[in-house]
């Protein structure tokens, strides 16, 4: 069977901080895979998707950037964190149907 | 510009009555729709889905409703029990008939408390 993981879980940073998120999922070949962020009282906002090594897909322009080193791994960065970024960051994998399946999510405060 | 609209941040149902919650939508460019459930501090987790080919689909107490000319549909979880309560949350994406990876847009969410 399929499982995601995520590290870390809980993340404390302070303003212009780097960051770096890990996701990877276990089970699955050549999955895609998506970063989302669901800030306090709002819904989950796709944030980047990747249908292969090396292949990012953008959906909304920030600080945030990712990448996908090898075919289960995805990265979610930042250089220098802003407030703004705090949140609950999660990971998703899908293999057809565009159903997607969720990871345990990280939790990010930026301070 | 919200795409997917969930109206209700919060139902309260009785346990063993039906619970129904509700989403809409604008993109008529949808044609995959999700709901899932989410505790807090936890990942997302997978209920049900349905493609714009069909008005149903049923899976033991979780029914999903489409009614594509209204841009609206429904989960109906019946009876409902205290571990439905949960954030439930409405997604849809518009890549289900080419195979696409494009990610999901998901509504704000519903809060849906069980009371015994």
């Known amino acids: 069977s399929q499982t995601i993981h995520q590290w870390p879980a809980t993340l404390v940073q302070p303003v212009g901080s780097p960051l770096s998120l890990e996701c990877t999922v276990e089970g699955t070949s050549n999955p895609n895979l998506y970063w989302y962020r669901q800030a306090a009282g709002r819904g989950l906002q796709l944030l980047f998707y990747?249908?292969?090594?090396?292949?990012i897909s953008s959906e909304v322009p920030q600080n945030l950037s990712a990448s996908r080193p090898q075919d289960r791994q995805f990265i979610l960065s930042s250089k220098k964190l802003l407030l703004s970024d705090s949140g609950f960051y999660l990971c998703?994998?899908?293999?057809?149907?565009?159903?997607?399946?969720f990871g345990p999510g990280t939790r990010l405060t930026v301070l | 510009d919200q795409q997917v609209k969930q109206n209700s941040p919060s139902l309260s149902v009785q346990e063993g009555r039906i619970s129904i919650l509700n989403c809409d939508y604008t993109n008529s460019m949808f044609d995959y729709f999700l709901w899932y459930k989410k505790y807090p501090a936890e990942g997302p987790t997978f209920l049900i889905s349905i493609s714009s080919i069909k008005d149903k689909n049923e899976d033991g107490r979780f029914t999903v409703f489409l009614n594509k000319s209204a841009k609206h549909l429904s989960l109906h979880i019946v009876p409902s029990q205290p571990g439905d309560s949960a954030v439930y949350f409405c997604?849809?994406?518009?890549?289900?008939?080419?195979?696409?990876?494009?990610?999901?847009?998901f509504g704000k969410g519903t809060h849906l408390i069980i009371q015994p």
């Open positions: 997604a849809a994406s518009a890549g289900y008939s080419g195979g696409g990876a494009d990610g999901l847009t």
């Open positions: 998703a994998w899908s293999v057809e149907l565009n159903t997607q399946y």
């Open positions: 990747s249908v292969g090594i090396g292949q």
